[in-house]
């Protein structure tokens, strides 16, 4: 019999290649895949668990006031679609930073402005919960079960054009110097503390893609439409008045950026509370803020609830490892994905059986995520969603990471613990993921190149 830990990790591989044409597999371990030839977008509204087709179908999700949440996971939030395994989804993601420049990144799009609408009278989404990131979705896995693996592939990214013709063609993002931020307590110069919002545009023309700052402000207090004041960023989707800022021009003048098209956030609903902050990551996925997780990738995130119900948001032009400042460059991308359901049965004797974290595959690489607790909302009880806040720490996360890391390789590549202890600190690299979001983060990388020599073959089998 194939040894069953060998299996490889993509476990739909077989139907996944059938369907995009690759003639074959030609290393242990192949590179995923974009698919040229994704199928035509569909009305949504003809798709439903009760219609499955023969053949993967594609939608597309337009953001809007009416297709997003604000803030908040949840188990109970209505979807607005409802898909199939193997289907496509081509999703608005829109920045929660949008308002540091209404006039760059909100006016002219109707459904970013709908999104963002607030009067004295009416406010385009008034449901807001306990965090702070746009979220599109929820989409509904049909069959996803608990204790199943939902793997997202991230077929492509595209920065989403400015809807204001006086900057047709162009996009913009914001990187927030916050109060969140590691640094905020280690400013040297006055004033201090002070946060800053510093303004680029994001240019994915040319054969190398770059995001140019072109200005910045110092936040002073902002009053919104309730007639509240908020001295700091405290609430998200605030307009900021630029008569009330003083706009500094040729920040970071003659350096370029190079894009790093990503997603902070997108995962499935937690299990343990209704409504989930959107900032502390989790076993769920989440705001995660993993600069690897472009296009070419897939994670794949353990099922909690019925249908998944998978949401993204916090769509970032580029970030280092750590976003030591509070943000990234937070941006509006237009995403592409395809949903593949493995079911629990199917996971038995392959490398994916086990996993019960956010488990991130590049086209080299296994990359698997720790966090100061592994699900929060469990070990830190009713209060959980305030106290992660207060308990943040790196040192439990690189343990977790640690832990998680050598289970992988034990379970999934046949190794012992010193054999996996060994492979980790000589062929492995941690790094911080992000140490403002809460439930810090630190992520394990394992090249799959280290195993192409191995004497058993990985036998792929098909959801």
Known sequence: MMNKRWRLTMLSVLSFIAFIGIAGITNLFPALSVPSGIPPIEDAATTSCDSRSTMPRHFQIIGKADTVHWG??????????????????????????????????????????????????????????????????????????????????????????????????????????????????????????????????????????????????????????????????????????????????????????????????????????????????????????????????????????PGALFSAGDAHAAQGDSELDGTAIETSLVGTFQFVLHKQADLVGTMLEGVNYPLLETPDAWIVHGFTYANYLEALGPDAQTKIFEVSSLDPALQDCSTKLRDFLMNGMNLTEDEAYSLITVGGDFAITQVVDGNWGVHGIIPKAMFEDRPVKPRPISS
């Open 72 to 305: 908040y996971f949840s188990k109970s939030q209505p979807p607005i679609l409802s898909v199939h395994s193997q289907d496509y989804v081509t999703l608005d993601l829109i920045t929660h930073h949008a308002g540091d420049d209404y006039e760059r990144m909100i006016q002219g799009d109707s459904g970013i402005e709908s999104i963002y609408r607030w009067t004295e009278t009416e406010q385009g989404i008034s449901n807001r919960g306990p965090g702070v990131h746009i979220l599109t979705g929820p989409v509904y896995i049909c069959d996803a079960e608990p204790g199943d693996l939902l793997e997202v592939r991230i077929l492509d990214l595209q920065p989403k054009p400015s809807g204001n013709p006086n900057y047709s063609g162009k996009t913009y993002g914001s990187n927030a110097a916050a109060w969140w931020g590691f640094h905020y307590k280690n400013l040297a110069q006055e004033p201090n503390p002070r946060e800053v919002i510093t303004i680029y545009e994001i240019d994915n023309t040319g054969e190398r893609n770059w995001a140019k700052a072109i200005y910045s402000y110092r936040w002073t207090p902002q009053t919104t439409p309730d007639g509240k004041q908020h001295a700091t960023i405290d609430y998200p989707g605030i307009i900021v008045d630029h008569s009330t800022v003083e706009e500094t021009p040729n920040v970071l003048e003659g350096v370029k950026v190079p894009l790093r098209l990503h997603i902070g956030a997108m995962g499935v609903a937690p299990k343990e509370a209704d409504i989930v902050n959107s900032i502390p990551p989790g076993y769920f996925g989440g705001n995660i803020d993993n600069r690897h997780t472009g296009v070419g990738t897939s994670m794949y995130y353990p099922v909690a609830v």
